[in-house]
Every structure is written in structure tokens, then in C-alpha cells.
């Protein structure tokens, strides 16, 4: 059974950093897609970050793009969101997602497991 365990998150100031980690397991990742998505309040999910475990491919949202960093540690099965310069918009519950596939998929419907989230509250 896969499981997704977040952490890391917390409460920053505006143009500070925080670094997210799902922890994840139940199989090898190998073939899988690792994907963090956020949900504010009364707003939908949204796509933040993936990487391809086998590859290191990555490809991000334009929201996030050069302050956001993911990647992954492959002997301890992690997944890492490294968040910098952030801002009172990235405030949201941060969510992490894996699904079996050697692509990039950016929406939600796409992945097959999911975390319980962990949150972010950046204030201005």
C-alpha cells in the first residue's frame, strides 16, 4: 500500500523559506511521478512542481517557477519542495502526489496516491 507522509511546513514571513518533505512508501518509485500541488481557502487545487523519480525531470507551475525547487533523494525515498522568497499568495495547504508513469502530468486527476497535506501560512 503506497503511502505519502508530508512534512515541513509552517508559519514564515514574507521572502522567507521553507523546505516540504513527503516521505514516501509501500513499493519501489522508480517508475513514478512525484507531484506537490496546493489548495488555499475557497480556491481549487493547483498544480505546483513534479519530477520524474527516474529521470530527475522536473517541470513547474509559472506561479513558483525560479523560487521553487523539487527533487529527490533516492536512498530515503523522499521527495523534497524547496520553497524560497515566498509569498503571502503561496499561503495554502501543500499536498504531495505519485502516480506510476514516466511523465510529467500536471493536473490533480493525473496521480493516484495522495498525502494528507501540510501547511503553509506565509504573512506579509
Known amino acids: 500500500q503506497v503511502q505519502l507522509v508530508e512534512s515541513g511546513g509552517g508559519l514564515v514571513q514574507a521572502g522567507g523559506s521553507l523546505r516540504l518533505s513527503c516521505a514516501a512508501s509501500g513499493r519501489t518509485f522508480t517508475s513514478y511521478a512525484m507531484g506537490w500541488f496546493r489548495q488555499a481557502p475557497g480556491k481549487e487545487r493547483e498544480f505546483v512542481a513534479v519530477?520524474?523519480?527516474?529521470?530527475?525531470?522536473?517541470y513547474y507551475a509559472d506561479s513558483v517557477k525560479g523560487r521553487f525547487t523539487i527533487s529527490r533523494e533516492n536512498a530515503k525515498n523522499t521527495v523534497f519542495l524547496q520553497m524560497n522568497s515566498l509569498k503571502p499568495e503561496d499561503t495554502a495547504v501543500y499536498f504531495c502526489?505519485?502516480?506510476?508513469?514516466?511523465?510529467?502530468?500536471?493536473?490533480?486527476?493525473?496521480?493516484?496516491?495522495w498525502g494528507q497535506g501540510t501547511q503553509v501560512t506565509v504573512s506579509s
Open positions: 519530477i520524474s523519480w527516474s529521470t530527475g525531470l522536473t
Open positions: 502526489a505519485a502516480v506510476q508513469t514516466y511523465l510529467l502530468p500536471r493536473k490533480g486527476n493525473g496521480y493516484h496516491y
